[in-house]
């Protein structure tokens, strides 16, 4: 059977049951967390969720379209927690390992240097690196959720 008379037949089965739904809204998100307790795949916002993202992270005025495609929710405790991606954000699973070869790299190549960029150690560690010498050393840390998120990046959306 080709392969677009599968997706076809597939959809339309979905259709009849009840398995494809219109546009996620605001209350979806909000159901789907009581519902599910925790979940920890990351999922884009509805469009009705942009004015509440936007106040949650303090964003004044802006591109409605940018604040629905940089940021995402994710369920915990059975409430939507909401994420907006920027510079050095990740809005994934921290990193929480002690050891980086990213970090033991750059300070084999910039010994004592006081920071190591993110760019070498990656955006989802919890730790700041910095090089003694030519060893890379854990200079702080920030503190991770109890999903294993890095905490300060993730707000409750109340509702």
Known sequence: MPRRLKTLLVLTALAASGGVAGPLRAQDVSADCARLGDDDHPRPIPSDLVKAAASLFGFSSGDPDWVR??????????????????????????????VSTGA????????????????????????????????????????????????NQWKRLDR
């Open 69 to 98: 495609n940089s940021t995402v929710y994710r369920c915990m405790g059975g409430a939507a927690w909401l994420c907006n991606y920027g510079a050095n954000l990740t809005c994934d699973k921290a990193d929480v390992s002690r």
């Open 104 to 151: 033991d790299r750059y300070c084999h190549d910039f010994p004592g240097s006081e920071i190591v960029p993110m760019a070498a150690t990656g955006h989802a560690t919890i730790f700041t690196w910095t090089c003694v010498g030519r060893r890379a050393r854990i200079k702080a840390s920030e503190p991770v959720d109890q999903r294993g998120f890095i905490a």
